[in-house]
């Protein structure tokens, strides 16, 4: 399933960026456990921090900055794909379950 990929792509993104990040900071849930719409939400504040903080890094000259940055915007990259496909698995299994309730009523 193709929101399968996108959760474990954004899963194998958060790691990546956490290792810029200090150990015990931020705790906060795992992309696997985040529905569709929170994970759009989270995409859209990680993609901000992470121009943000690339900016800044360049700007500074603090090259472990800007690459926190650029991790943090592959991670909202992939959240956005994550929420992208867990909103057609759920329309999916919305229609399945009107097909489903359709089908009893007219057996009924």
């Known amino acids: 399933m193709k929101a399968d ?7 194998a993104d958060e790691q990546r960026q956490k290792v810029f990040q200090n150990k015990g900071s931020r705790a ?15 995409a859209t504040a990680e993609k901000l921090k992470g121009g943000l903080k690339e900016a ?3 700007v500074i000259g603090n090259d472990n900055l800007r690459k926190e940055g ?3 915007q592959d ?9 992208k496909e867990e909103a ?3 329309q999916s299994r919305a229609r ?11 057996e009924a």
């Open 70 to 72: 650029s991790a943090q």
């Open 56 to 58: 800044a890094g360049s």
């Open 28 to 42: 906060g849930k795992s992309e696997l456990d985040k529905s569709g719409p929170q994970s759009a939400v989270s």
């Open 5 to 11: 990929l996108k959760r474990g792509q954004a899963a």
């Open 88 to 90: 057609k698995a759920e």
């Open 96 to 106: 399945a379950n009107i097909a489903e309730r359709q089908q009893r009523a007219a």
């Open 75 to 83: 991670k909202a990259a992939s959240e956005k794909g994550v929420a």
